[in-house]
């Protein structure tokens, strides 16, 4: 087994533990899930993959697109409200610059690479961030806080705004990365059926955690968008 495909299984690992971490099961199990579903490790396994997917060259170029495009956003979200809407974070992220937590950027490239290599198109990894967000917004926003909506919208708390927000921006860096590295989204074809199968999982976890918080539409409708999505992917493959 190579490398690359050890990475892949290591980070097909982590929806898991995101579940694990949160049924507070007893023992090494809750020691191992509590350490593993941490963010940090989320932005090493993306980075690992990306290495190994894009090469050094072209993840680096990804990265600090991803994070410039990303921060510029959130900073004018967080003080102006646009294009998400109004909102603010606690400290439940960590250090922040200029009220925009250092993770949040991070974050934003992860999920581009993994929402990218997934559907192999800058048009559907967008939408695929989207439906990310659709699961996980109200249930961190509105039950964990680690950002409050100023003003309650109309998604379980969430206002629309948000999501059109998220598609703005995803695309904004996706088609900025593809301008300055010409690299074809089609290229990532080769981490099927890895990519597929995390994108995937990596949404019915957060869709799990939902039900158990309560949040049982929230959960249903992120597994459904996501399981139409890959099929959508699947038969245009």
Request: hydrophobic share 50%; no cysteine; glycine share 8%.
């Amino acid at each position: 087994m190579g490398f690359k495909k050890i990475v892949w299984i290591l980070t097909t690992i982590y929806p898991i533990t995101l579940v694990l971490s949160i049924l507070h099961i007893n023992g090494l199990i809750e020691y191992f899930s509590s350490i593993y579903s941490i963010p940090l490790v989320f932005i090493v396994l993306y980075f690992l993959n990306s290495l190994l997917e894009m090469g050094t060259n072209r993840t680096v170029k990804f990265l600090i697109v991803s994070i410039t495009i990303s921060y510029i956003f959130e900073f004018i979200g967080v003080h102006y409200g646009i294009p998400f809407g109004k909102y603010y974070y606690t400290e439940g992220l960590g250090p922040k610059i200029l009220g925009v937590p250092i993770f949040i950027p991070l974050l934003w490239s992860s999920l581009g690479f993994y929402s990218l290599a997934a559907t192999n198109s800058y048009l559907l990894a967008s939408l695929a961030m989207v439906i990310i967000d659709l699961t996980f917004d109200p249930l961190l926003s509105q039950k964990v806080k680690l950002w409050i909506w100023q003003s309650p919208g109309q998604y379980f708390g969430v206002p629309i705004t948000n999501f059109i927000g998220w598609f703005i921006v995803s695309a904004v860096f996706f088609y900025s990365f593809y301008i300055l590295s010409k690299y074809r989204a089609s290229q990532l074809k080769k981490t099927k059926p890895f990519s597929s199968i995390f994108y995937l999982e990596y949404i019915v976890s957060w869709g799990i955690i939902d039900i158990i918080k309560g949040l049982f539409v929230v959960g249903i409708i992120g597994i459904v968008l996501s399981i139409l999505l890959i099929i959508i992917i699947t038969s245009l493959n």
